[in-house]
């Protein structure tokens, strides 16, 4: 069974203090990693899709990375309009299922 | 209309009542799906659906029926809900049906709140 571990559930930041959200899998052949973002009352919003360990993708002050066994989503100096829940996921090669980790919390003080 | 779209974005009802949840996807993708997300949980998969076939349905309970009509379009019909139903029930689309790497868009989602 394919399983999504986020660390920390929550993070406080000052603006401009750079951090790390961790997240762990396990899975039965990976097919992708998902990272999405997601506003409170809304729904997720993509950020990025990892395929293979090594590799690395980044978005403004967004950077994302990707081992056998983890994924990092990087953030650096961060602004109050990055404060939000990110959400990671897991797409195996038994079909198009994903499989979501608890998220991770985000907030950006001034 | 762009990306993927629910109706309606709030909906209280009773235990006794039936209605339904509309989405559509504007993307051309071929597979969509229905997830619920409850306070303090991860979400989770209710229905797959590839090319307007079933391929998943994660136990849920029959008082959730989904509906695939096209490709575009994606129902849940709800009927003697409970209060533990009170949830946002999101609908997401993708290209590809599964058969590759197959990332996942998703409407705002619908706020149910059953009384």
């Known amino acids: 069974e394919d399983q999504v571990t986020q660390s920390p559930e929550a993070l406080r930041l000052q603006e401009g203090e750079s951090s790390s959200l961790n997240c762990s899998y396990t899975?039965?052949?990976?097919?992708?990693l998902f990272w999405y973002r997601q506003d409170p009352g809304k729904g997720p919003e993509f950020l990025f899709t990892?395929?293979?360990a090594g590799e690395e993708k980044e978005k403004e002050r967004l950077k994302a990375t990707l081992t056998k066994k983890e994924s990092f989503l990087h953030i650096t100096a961060p602004k109050p309009e990055d404060s939000a829940t990110y959400l990671c996921?897991?797409?195996?090669?038994?079909?198009?299922?994903?499989?979501f980790g608890g998220g991770t919390r985000l907030m950006v003080k001034p | 209309e762009t990306g993927v779209t629910q109706t309606p974005r709030h909906l209280v009802m009773g235990m006794t009542n039936k209605k339904s949840l509309k989405c559509e996807q504007h993307?051309?993708?071929?597979?969509m799906y229905w997830y619920k997300q409850s306070a303090k949980k991860p979400l989770e998969l209710m229905f797959v659906?590839?090319?307007?076939?079933?391929?998943e349905n994660n136990s849920v309970p029959s008082r959730f029926s989904p509906e695939c009509p096209n490709s575009s379009h994606l129902f849940l019909h709800l009927h003697t809900l409970q209060p533990e139903d009170s949830a946002l029930y999101l609908c997401?689309?993708?290209?590809?049906?599964?058969?590759?790497?197959?990332?996942?868009?998703f409407g705002p989602g619908t706020r149910l709140t059953v009384l």
């Open positions: 993307l051309g993708h071929n597979a």
């Open positions: 990892l395929y293979s």
């Open positions: 997401a689309s993708s290209q590809y049906g599964g058969r590759t790497t197959d990332t996942q868009y």
């Open positions: 899975v039965s052949g990976l097919r992708g």
């Open positions: 996921a897991v797409q195996s090669n038994a079909g198009n299922m994903l499989t």
């Open positions: 659906y590839n090319f307007k076939e079933q391929t």
